[in-house]
Nanobody, 125 residues
Framework: QVQLVESGGGLVQAGGSLRLSCAASGRTFSSYAMGWFRQTPGKERDFVAAISWSGGSTYYADSVKGRFTISRDNAKNTVYLQMNSLKPEDTAVYYC??????????????????WGQGTQVTVSS
């Protein structure tokens, strides 16, 4: 079992940056691919980015490509989402998730096994 705790959300002006962190419990963190999703009220949870177990492969939604960077530190059991050039439409609750496939590259909610509680990101115009 993997427990995930996100942090780093907050309020930022458009054009600004935030770095989200997701700390995982358990010794098997390095065997999981990881992903970030986001959700706004009344809408489905959408894929943002994913990373393979080694960090060698990364995947991004078109809406964040070139602005967001996903990375991981397996020694610290942590995955990060660096968000630059933020836009008001990036406002959402951001969730990290663990994908037992290890290789990763999955873009749908049902493909992930464990979820964090989410962290709010608000981008003001």
């Amino acid at each position: 079992q993997v427990q995930l705790v996100e942090s780093g959300g907050g309020l930022v002006q458009a054009g600004g940056s935030l770095r989200l962190s997701c700390a995982a419990s358990g010794r098997t963190f390095s065997s999981y691919a990881m992903g970030w999703f986001r959700q706004t009220p009344g809408k489905e949870r959408d894929f943002v980015a994913a990373i393979s177990w080694s960090g060698g492969s990364t995947y991004y939604a078109d809406s964040v490509k070139g602005r967001f960077t996903i990375s991981r530190d397996n020694a610290k059991n942590t995955v990060y989402l660096q968000m630059n050039s933020l836009k008001p439409e990036d406002t959402a609750v951001y969730y990290c998730a663990a994908d037992g496939s290890a290789r990763g590259g999955h873009f749908y909610v049902w493909e992930y096994d464990y979820w964090g509680q989410g962290t709010q990101v608000t981008v003001s115009s």
